[in-house]
């Protein structure tokens, strides 16, 4: 039966590719930024699967992703064709800044990658493991300096639930914020930050040249090819990923949703899909337009008790 | 001399015919985004990348290479030609090089902006072959506290920009640190100024504001002074080339630019703009004829081009050396290498010496190339100021609003520009310098960043500013260079 449903499917995927044209998929951020590569491979992905017969993809840099949001709910009405595109730090962003549109604004549609966050030092550090490190955060908080991205940001949302499982206080967290990757990784290596927190994308070649070494990962399971333990495992109850997913027009009409979120359906169960997840590094988290609605409003829960705890959660 | 055998087997690669062909096409390209505002190198490679999916990666980044220098010559280009800098290592170019163009002297402003490109494109790409991994390395043991006092030793330079009154130039340059603060707050993460504005939370983008204050304040200044004025023709009086005296005043701002470019773009947070406002004060404290700088000195030409296109040569050492993005083309060039599974990192020269030395092999063809192809232009650029001022104006208003718009596809940013430009003018008839403004923007916030990141990581401690002796020495420098003229004074005035 399955296997008759999949030649069925087969079948009529060229025609699928005609039938649904082109998309057009609305970024928040700007050409080369981590949005934009992600959406780039669902294009990819999707017409190499002749899904659709091409997609345009607009960038809107700025406002925490919340400026795509608003041109989105702006310019896109009733197009059945549009998607915006967001992450982690979206979700979080309007918590702590009031904003005038949040994705509270958008029909979740599908969330479709990710990579697990996890912590790194230097090769000479002086903390060997992770129990290494939460021993001295515990006995004297303000010496540890944790670098990663932005303020609020999704790797200072990782600290702060590290240090919450750990039983301290997330504002002690003496937290040095950075521009971009680059800075982080540069941060680290030169010892100017004591430890650094990512997707394993971005520190692969200072792990592979023995540079940096992974403490652990917030994943709920070990991860192929990394060889470090999960937080769980030592004891911190933390899993945190920064994620990619879709978002639909609030003025659809059902069968306009079901007709997109069938197509990223189809693209997140294909072969070209499953094979780019690995030649990136991503982990599939596909979720479905129910569960990701559902995943969105259990992470807002769990991300706003966290910003209120850091004293950052907008009033 | 492995380095060499190394670098010919680049040259090997480099040199055949496809490879020459995409390197042309890069430093083509590369040179036209450069002029264009708001459409920068790093825009380019993006727009490109999913084109090049089917290239073999040599050849991809051979043209990503050729765009990324010729991006530095095309935005001089626009700067001395049109006032209107194409990105921010340009600035300091449009001071005395648009200057020059109006004084009729835009074929030697043009002549040393390409030949002191070349010299510094050139040297700093063999600083880059043999000292990359080294100098990456070295870069690493500097942290948020030396960041902090170069900026420090950059704002004070800033003083030698003032002109004639001091009042008006802190006027300009703490409405420049003002407009600086706009945005979140980089520790806090709390919006300032934004005033409920989404597009405001990001700051203010130094693009535009420099199109704002140079072009578009210059443009309503000369419609409201001009309307009624006989056009007179500022397109070329005097020689197309360089003459003798050009040649002996260039050479070494062309080298004094090199050696404060390379070092400062290797830097992580180093980028173009410091070592541009350093090699121009640089001149203008070194030159016999400080009073010509800002009226169109060849000096404060050939200097910060040369540092300008330097600091991109550096930026390359610690993505090649160590996978580490230092500016935007470099962090889209790295997302390039992902897409042919290339993973930069401390191994690339090891793993993939071909392509490695391919790539910087073709820096210095490039180099050559845009020489080649920029030195004939200058004949037909200069043609670009013959166009009635009216046109040429309306232009450059065009192509500046364009500019704002493309660079975050948003159209508060076309009203900021607007706006300031609205200042600039206001300023312009007020005798207030625009430069302190500018570099009190670019600066200011960096400056903040890093101090505060600093005193977090000393938890508080100030002392961190002069006990590492890098940021001491910066420090001094920093002394040294507002003592220096009084001491001068004194001492000329014993007898």
Known sequence: MRKWLGWMLLATAPAFAQDFGRLEMIVPGGPGSGQDQAARAFEEALRAEKLITGAQIIHYAGGGGMIAVSQFLTSKAGNGNAVVTQGAGHLSFPLSNKTPVSLNDVVPLARLAGEYELLVVRANSEFKTIDDLIAKYKANPSSITWGAGSTGSTDHIFYALISKAAGIDPKKLNYIPHANTGDIVAAVLGGHVQVGAGGFQDFAPQIQAGRMRVLAVGSPERLKGIDAPTLRERGLDVVYTNWRAVSAHPSLTVAQLDRLSALFEKMAKSKTWQKMLVDKGWTDLYLDRKGYAEFMKSEQQRVGAILEELGMRAK | ?495
């Open chain 2, 1 to 495: 001399m492995d380095t060499l055998a190394a670098l010919a087997q680049g040259f090997a690669v480099a040199l055949t015919p496809a490879h020459l062909l995409w390197a042309a096409i890069g430093v083509t390209l590369g040179t036209a985004v450069g002029m264009l505002p708001g459409i920068g190198p790093s825009t380019t490679v993006a727009l490109l990348l999913p084109a090049t999916f089917g290239l073999d990666p040599a050849s991809a980044f051979i043209m990503f290479g050729g765009i990324y220098y010729g991006a530095q010559y095309g935005g001089s280009t626009a700067a001395i030609l049109l006032n209107t800098p194409g990105e921010a290592g340009a600035m300091m170019t449009a001071i005395d090089g648009n200057a020059m163009a109006r004084a009729g002297r835009a074929g030697p402003a043009l002549a040393t902006a390409a030949i002191g490109s070349f010299i510094a494109g050139t040297v700093a790409t063999l600083g880059l072959t043999f000292l990359a991994p080294w100098l990456a390395e070295v870069a690493l043991l500097l942290g948020p506290s030396e960041y902090a006092t170069l900026m420090v030793l950059a704002l004070t330079t800033v003083s030698a920009l003032f002109g004639a009154s001091v009042a008006r130039g802190l006027l300009s340059l703490f409405l420049g640190l003002l407009l600086g603060t706009v945005g979140l707050d980089p520790q806090l993460g709390q919006p300032r100024f934004a005033f409920g504005v989404m597009e405001l939370l990001d700051g203010i983008d130094t693009v535009i504001v420099a199109v704002a204050l140079f072009a578009v304040g210059e443009t309503m200044h000369v419609a409201a002074r001009f309307r009624f004025a006989v056009e007179t023709m500022h397109a070329m009086s005097g020689s197309l080339w360089m003459s003798a005296a050009d040649w002996a005043r260039s050479w070494k701002p062309w080298l004094r630019g090199t050696a404060i470019g390379f070092p400062i773009g290797a830097l992580p947070a180093g980028g173009s703009e410091v070592p541009t406002v350093l090699s121009y004060v640089t001149e203008k404290r070194l030159s016999k004829h400080p009073q010509e700088f800002g009226k169109g000195a060849i000096e404060g030409v050939a200097g910060p081009e040369a540092a300008n296109n330097a600091s991109a040569a550096g930026a390359l050492a610690p993505l090649l050396a160590l996978g580490l993005p230092t500016s935007a083309t470099a962090a889209m060039m790295l997302a390039g290498f992902q897409q042919f599974g290339i993973r930069p990192g401390p191994l690339l020269f090891d793993s993939k010496p071909e392509f490695v030395w391919g790539l910087i092999a073709s820096l210095y063809i490039g180099n050559v190339m845009l020489l080649i192809l920029n030195l004939p232009l200058i004949g037909i650029w200069v043609h670009v100021l013959r166009i009635p001022r009216p046109w040429l104006f309306g232009g450059i208003l065009c192509f500046s609003v364009l500019g704002a718009y493309t660079l975050n596809t948003n159209t508060v940013d076309v009203a900021i520009l607007l706006l300031i430009g609205l200042a600039g003018f206001g300023m312009r008839m007020m005798n207030v310098p625009v430069v302190p403004c500018l570099l009190g923007l670019i600066l200011g916030p960096m400056l903040e960043l890093q101090i505060r990141k600093a005193m977090m990581i000393s938890l508080g401690d100030p002392a961190v500013f002069v006990t590492r002796p890098v940021s001491l020495l910066f420090l001094l420098l920093a002394l040294a260079f507002l003592a220096a003229p009084v001491l001068f004074r004194y001492r000329r005035r014993r007898p």
